[in-house]
């Protein structure tokens, strides 16, 4: 079992930028890929980002690439998502999750075991 806990969230005006944190305990968190998702209101979740174990690899959505910055320290069991220059329709609940590097895709929430509760980030205009 591995349980991942979220922070960082906030209300933060158009422009700004925020750190989210997520601390994983429980079972080997270095080998397992770290992603992170969003769900507005009344949408579905959606990939924003994924880093391999290593770090050496990862993706972006289109709509955050150049802003968003997915980083992670094993020695720390910690990853992070460095937001920059937040736009309104950022505004979102944002989760990470884990999952083995191989398992299914790296952009869908289906191929991730193991989920955080999720922190709320608010981006006023």
């Known amino acids: 079992q591995v349980q991942l806990v979220e922070s960082g969230g906030g209300l933060v005006q158009a422009g700004g930028s925020l750190r989210l944190s997520c601390v994983a305990s429980?079972?080997?968190?270095?080998?397992?890929?770290m992603g992170w998702f969003r769900q507005a209101p009344g949408q579905e979740r959606e990939f924003v980002a994924v880093i391999s174990w290593s770090g050496g690899v990862t993706y972006y959505r289109d709509s955050v690439k150049g802003r968003f910055t997915i980083s992670r320290d094993n020695a720390k069991n910690t990853g992070y998502l460095q937001m920059d220059g937040l736009k309104p329709e950022d505004t979102a609940v944002y989760y990470c999750a884990t999952k083995p590097w191989a398992r299914g895709v790296v952009n869908s929430p289906l191929s991730y075991n193991y989920w955080g509760q999720g922190t709320q980030v608010t981006v006023s205009s």
């Open positions: 429980g079972r080997t968190f270095s080998s397992d890929a």
